[in-house]
């Protein structure tokens, strides 16, 4: 088992930043791949980033290219989302998953979940 603990949501207006962290424990040699995942109101939840276990390779959903970035710090086992330039839209349930599979952006690919964290931008 791994388990994911999430934090650094909140309130912020547009325009604003928010960083938010994930931290892995348990059984983390058996992931390769971390991710996070977004639910707006109302939405289902769509994939936002990921990065390997490594750190070497990231990904990102369009809608957050040049304003979010994920890391990963290795002797924490935690990574990272810097969210800037937050618009309302960016406004959801954030989630950090953990799974086995390179370069994954389906739920399916992921078998560890964080409990989520709500970040709320404002106009």
């Known amino acids: 088992q791994v388990q994911l603990v999430e934090s650094g949501g909140g309130l912020v207006q547009a325009g604003g930043s928010l960083r938010l962290s994930c931290a892995a424990s348990?059984?983390?040699?058996?992931?390769?791949?971390m991710g996070w995942f977004r639910q707006p109101p109302g939405k289902e939840r769509e994939f936002v980033a990921a990065i390997t276990w490594s750190g070497d390779n990231k990904h990102y959903t369009v809608s957050v290219k040049g304003r979010f970035t994920v890391s990963k710090d290795n002797a924490k086992n935690t990574i990272y989302l810097q969210m800037n330039s937050l618009k309302p839209e960016d406004t959801a349930v954030y989630y950090c998953?953990?799974?086995?599979?390179?370069?994954?952006?389906?739920?399916?690919?992921?078998?560890?979940w964080g409990q989520g964290t709500q970040v709320t931008v404002s106009s």
């Open positions: 998953a953990a799974g086995s599979n390179p370069f994954e952006t389906t739920e399916g690919g992921y078998a560890y």
């Open positions: 348990g059984r983390t040699f058996s992931v390769y791949n």
